[in-house]
Each structure stands twice: as structure tokens, then as C-alpha cells.
């Protein structure tokens, strides 16, 4: 639909939706908090699953129009990739925050590291799942994807469970000198603000409903036009996808997480991120299902590897959160440095990787 326009065309496109994107997701993520608190789905099962879900809809429009369309390089490309580039928006919010010390140092909780587990066991599984034969499919389901999707059921129920309290001896599980208010008091000052300005809850569902559609339809199109500059260029669906597609469905986490870190909310910020990696695997279910073929076991080299980075990135955080490092380097955690030095070295190995592989 879109090969036929020029470049310059494309890129205009692909910047547009881009800004959709931005703007929209910025509204989701608000409103999705403000609905979250007054429908008092916060910390409930449900509301981690409403959130991973509105977090990801640039992704899951992607996802579906890439399965319709047949190509799904793209799609896996910028699930694995995503998962990878998502992570690194941690170290922007590290940077943005007003703080002496590291975002892992004030967020460091118990629940944070089991949401950062979960995000390393749905990535492990899309490894192993890449090994399995492709005629392993039956009734549009995949062994592989429907363990992904099982497992993030699990184990969203579990960091929810872990959230009302662990038996350790600080029984929230969170370390001493950490946030000073709870986790998500944020979406409370955000109900706040809304109830303030006389907002209701319709209104509210409403403006949801039309970011949502705004998201997706941006979604849709910036696959698209992404995938007609991908070839216009020379650079392959997979590459792309991982890249500049990945970067552009992560601008509402990076605008939405610094306003998190800001309004002093560091565990919620985190756990925004390890909760939207989580899901991004489950989407491969659907793709299967809407395309009819098994997704996983036709993954590239390239993918594997992302996923690979995905899990080393994952858990320098982890290992952050644990230790919690005090010393800074350039206003960011040692941990954060080292998110961002395997993530460039890890994306150079992505073009070595394409370069011998042919994408």
C-alpha cells in the first residue's frame, strides 16, 4: 500500500505516527493510572494485566498488522527488540532523576526482582521455543507461545502476591532508605489532580478509549511505512524492527517513566518496565494465531540473539536491585552504565549478525 511513495514520504509518515504515538501513549499511560485508582485495580491482578496491555498497544498493533500482512520478522524483530530498548529506558530515567544516589538503589524491592525473574523466564522459554519444530502446531496454537502466555499468568499473579507482603523479615519486601512513599502514590496524586479539575470516570474511559484507537491506528501505519523505508533503504524487517521500530513504540515508557521518577514513584516507574517486558513474549501467541503458522521455531539468528541481550540486560537490573550500588557516573547508576555499554555493544553485534546471516 505504501511501497509505492517516495523516501521522503515514508519517513514523514513514519515520524507522524511516531508523534501519535508519543501523545497518545502519554494519555493511555495517564489515564490507565487514574481508572487503575479509582476502579481500585492498582495492585490487583487485574490492573498489572490493564497496564501491561494499554503499555504495549503500539506493539500488539503492530504485532496483529504484521501477522495479517505475513510479515513477521518485523513483528518478532520488534518484540525481542523492544524488550531490549525498553529495558534501556531505565537508564534514562536513572539520569532524569533529581536523586544523589541510583534508581536501583531507591526502588530496590522483592517484588521488583520477581517481576525482573518473570521477564528472564518468558525470554528463556522464546529461546527454547525457537528449537522446536514448525509442524509442532495444532488448532493455531504452539506449544511454545502458549507456555510464554501461561508462564506470564503465573507469574503476574505471583508479583501480585508478593506485593501484599513476602515472609521475610521486612515483610513488604522493600529495602530500608529506599522511596519514601508507597509504591503508586503517584496514580493517587494523579486521581487527585483529576478529581480536582473535575474530571469523571467516564470522561476518563472515554479519552482511554480514543488514545487506545489513536495508538493503534498510529501502530498500524508506522509498521507499515516502517516496513517500506526497511526496504527502501536495505536494511532488513528484523534489523528495523529491532532499531528505529523498537525505539519509536518505547517513546511513551521513556516520557511516562520520567514522570514517574520525578513525582518520587522509582518502584512503580521500574516495575512499568519489567511488567510491559513481561508481556511483549505473549504477543508471539497471538501472532501465531492470527497467522496460522508457528512463529517461534522460524526465528532468525537475530532474534535469538536479541532475545539473549533482552535477559543479559534484565539482569544487570536484577543484580542492581539486589545490591543496590550507590556510587553515580554521569548523574546514572553503575548499573545503568552497564545497561547502556552491552546494549551498544549488543546492537554492533546485531549488524555482525545480519551482515553473515542476511537479516
Not at 476502579?39 to 487485574?46: N, P, T
Not at 536494511?235 to 528495523?240: A, E, K, N, Q
Amino acid at each position: 500500500m505504501l511501497n509505492g511513495l517516495s523516501l521522503l514520504l515514508l519517513l514523514a509518515i513514519f515520524a507522524a505516527c511516531a508523534a501519535v504515538i508519543w501523545i497518545a501513549g502519554v494519555k493511555l499511560a495517564d489515564t490507565t493510572d487514574i481508572l487503575s485508582s479509582r476502579l481500585h485495580l492498582g495492585k490487583a491482578l487485574g490492573g498489572i494485566i490493564v497496564l501491561a496491555v494499554a503499555t504495549n498497544l503500539p506493539e500488539l498493533a503492530i504485532t496483529v498488522s504484521a501477522a495479517l500482512s505475513g510479515n513477521l520478522g518485523v513483528a518478532v524483530g520488534n518484540i525481542l527488540g523492544g524488550i531490549a530498548i525498553q529495558t534501556v529506558v531505565l537508564v534514562a530515567m536513572d539520569i532524569a532523576m533529581k536523586e544523589k544516589v541510583p534508581l536501583t538503589y531507591r526502588a530496590a524491592s522483592l517484588t521488583l526482582v520477581v517481576e525482573a525473574v518473570l521477564v528472564v523466564a518468558v525470554l528463556t522459554v522464546s529461546i527454547m521455543a525457537t528449537q522446536l519444530p514448525g509442524t509442532l502446531i495444532a488448532a493455531r496454537l504452539t506449544p511454545g507461545a502458549v507456555l510464554i502466555a501461561i508462564l506470564w499468568v503465573v507469574g503476574v499473579w505471583l508479583s501480585s502476591r508478593a506485593s501484599k507482603g513476602l515472609p521475610w523479615q521486612n515483610t513488604s519486601g522493600t529495602a530500608p532508605d529506599g522511596q519514601e512513599e508507597p509504591r503508586g502514590h503517584s496514580q493517587e496524586k494523579k486521581n487527585d489532580a483529576s478529581a480536582r479539575q473535575g474530571e469523571s470516570t467516564v470522561r476518563l474511559a472515554l479519552v482511554f478509549a480514543a488514545a487506545a484507537l489513536a495508538t493503534l491506528a498510529a501502530g498500524v501505519l508506522l509498521e507499515r511505512s516502517g516496513d517500506a523505508i526497511a526496504q527502501q533503504i536495505g536494511l532488513s524487517g528484523v534489523l528495523f524492527g529491532a532499531t528505529v521500530l523498537a525505539a519509536a513504540t518505547s517513546l511513551p515508557e521513556l516520557s511516562t517513566g520520567i514522570t514517574s521518577v520525578r513525582m518520587k514513584d522509582y518502584q512503580l516507574a521500574v516495575s512499568d518496565i519489567f511488567g510491559g517486558n513481561a508481556f511483549l513474549p505473549v504477543l508471539f501467541l497471538l501472532a501465531v494465531v492470527i497467522s496460522g503458522k508457528a512463529v517461534l521455531p522460524d526465528a532468525q539468528a537475530s532474534d535469538i540473539y536479541l532475545a539473549g541481550l533482552g535477559v543479559l540486560l534484565t539482569s544487570v537490573y536484577a543484580a542492581g536491585l539486589i545490591f543496590r550500588p550507590k556510587r553515580q557516573v554521569w548523574r546514572m547508576g553503575i548499573d545503568s552504565l552497564a545497561v547502556i555499554v552491552l546494549y551498544a555493544l549488543g546492537v554492533s553485534g546485531l549488524f555482525a549478525i545480519s551482515s553473515v546471516h542476511g537479516g
